[in-house]
């Protein structure tokens, strides 16, 4: 009462997690609707795979629709590190458990993650739980786990085995996996919720590049969770190659690049939800083969080439003011080199000078402005693919000056070492690189006879590439970047309802893809 009088002549309270969920509840019994709202938005923003279930389940009893459904939304999109760590999950009942694990929305990047999440569950208190098993396991979509797992760990289950109505279940659970693997799968069998691919929480975004002799606007979607290619085009960007693209709140910045006849400096943005391209502001520089990455919420644009020379020049740009600002010079003129940021230092690799193609690498400080040559490459390497991952610097194929590599490297800041790492199956350069689901995605370049739609995957924990499903169209010079949460996923996604054969043909369960 004290609080709330307080609020009433002040209007302003002290919130922290202790007295939250109590003033919520005097705030809603007196219907004062501000400080409802004020307390909804200190939980959305304490929300955390702790506490997540909680507030879901406290929005239950005291009505407020907003946060209900950011607390529920929260749980789906950060489902194995809730279930990993909150106490909570441990408490769900049989149907908060089935609600959540039945939705296509739940984002994991295993579906054996569901399995070990029921049995987990029923662990917890087997006596009065092991005769959910029939009633949660169908909404495990069994398609998508190996074989493997599938008959030493779900059938090999106490639970499983030692209930009879686990029988039907197992028998659709196998059929499911076989029909995936099969090309003659009719759009009704698709219904099959076990063979129904999980919508995923972030999507890779394919722009531009270079295809059929001249650039592209084309925009395609890789749907990881289907493993599928979506065209996503939007006519009115025009077409652009060797440019540089980045995703910064809420929107896809495209950088400088080439269009058969100009050299860009100028920047469009791209708001995926509302599918509008807008102009910023120019950089100072054209910049075309021009390497990109983000800091502290700012757009770094190194390099390139203008038309006229190789560039060592770098510009930084603030969202906020819509400004591009000068930093200092990088110590070597570098041109369809690769960048990316680790521990908030900036890193860019290889490159051209306009003499050879480049074994060295440097780092960027931001907070004291100053370039630093680190222990050069391997390998010379120019339409290098660069990347952070795992804690490391990722320098991956390119163009060495005679060969397109398929090699990769991979380089370590605590001893300033690079290491090699397993090498590609296709040799390319000028293509996409990204990090998604924990896993290193390469996608089109060229391959040195010609442009390619392939695309693999590699992942650190087992230091091997994977085949993925490819583009639609041939394409090198393009540029990647993922995107998060979007509220219309679903427009850049493979349609889930009465499928094709070929639309889910790619799945992790039939390909290579982990």
Not at 84 to 96: Q, V
Not at 238 to 253: C, F, Q, S
Not at 444 to 470: H, P, Q, R, S
Request: with cysteine; hydrophobic share 35%.
């Amino acid at each position: 009462m004290e609080m709330i009088l307080e609020y009433a002549y002040t209007h302003s309270v002290k919130i922290n997690q202790d007295n939250v969920e109590n003033l919520f509840i005097a705030a809603d019994y007196f219907n004062i609707i501000d400080l409802i709202q004020v307390c909804s938005e200190f939980m959305m923003n304490q929300l955390c795979p702790e506490n997540s279930i909680g507030i879901y389940k406290f929005t239950e009893y005291y009505h407020c629709h907003e946060l209900h459904q950011k607390a529920y939304m929260y749980i789906l999109h950060n489902f194995e590190d809730t279930m990993k760590t909150s106490d909570e999950f441990l408490n769900l009942s049989p149907t908060d458990l089935k609600s959540l694990i039945e939705k296509d929305e739940l984002n994991v990047k295993r579906e054996e993650t569901v399995f070990e999440a029921i049995i987990k569950w029923i662990n917890h208190r087997p006596e009065n739980r092991r005769h959910h098993i029939p009633d949660l396991l169908p909404e495990v979509r069994f398609a998508f786990i190996y074989h493997d797992y599938f008959y030493n760990n779900v059938k090999a289950n106490s639970y499983v085995k030692g209930n009879k109505a686990c029988k039907p279940i197992l028998q659709k659970a196998s059929r499911a996996q076989y029909d995936l693997n099969m090309d003659d799968s009719t759009d009704s069998e698709m219904d099959n919720n076990m063979r129904r691919p999980r919508i995923p929480y972030s999507v890779l975004l394919a722009f531009g590049g270079w295809s059929g002799g001249g650039p592209t606007n084309a925009i395609e979607s890789y749907d990881a969770r289907a493993d599928r290619w979506v065209n996503v085009t939007y006519e009115m960007e025009n077409p652009r190659a060797y440019h540089g693209t980045v995703y910064l709140k809420d929107h896809v910045y495209i950088i400088g690049g080439f269009d058969s006849l100009d050299y860009f400096n100028n920047v469009r943005r791209f708001n995926p939800v509302t599918k509008i391209w807008q102009e910023v502001a120019p950089m100072y520089s054209k910049r075309c083969y021009v390497s990109v990455t983000i800091h502290n919420e700012n757009i770094y644009a190194m390099g390139g080439f203008d038309g006229y020379f190789r560039l060592n020049t770098a510009e930084r740009y603030d969202p906020e003011t819509n400004q591009w600002s000068l930093i200092p010079p990088m110590n070597e003129q570098r041109s369809d080199a690769g960048a990316t940021t680790l521990n908030n230092k900036i890193y860019i690799c290889g490159g051209f000078n306009g003499n050879e193609c480049l074994f060295s690498a440097e780092m960027y400080n931001p907070a004291t402005k100053q370039w630093t040559m680190i222990a050069p490459m391997m390998a010379r390497r120019s339409g290098v693919g660069v990347v952070a991952y795992g804690g490391k610097v990722y320098a991956v194929g390119g163009f060495d000056g005679t060969n397109r590599l398929n090699n990769a490297e991979a380089y370590n800041p605590d001893d300033n070492t690079w290491s090699e790492v397993a090498a590609m199956y296709t040799p390319r350069s000028n293509f996409g690189i990204e990090v998604l689901d924990q896993l290193l995605f390469v996608i089109g370049g060229f391959n040195g006879f010609t442009t390619t739609m392939d695309a693999e995957c590699y992942d650190e924990n087992t230091n091997e590439w994977y085949e993925i499903y490819g583009m639609s169209i041939h394409r090198s010079a393009l540029s990647c970047c993922v995107v998060h949460g979007l509220p219309n996923v679903t427009d850049y996604i493979a349609s889930r309802d009465h499928q094709s054969r070929n639309e889910v043909r790619g799945s992790s369960s039939t390909r290579s893809l982990p």
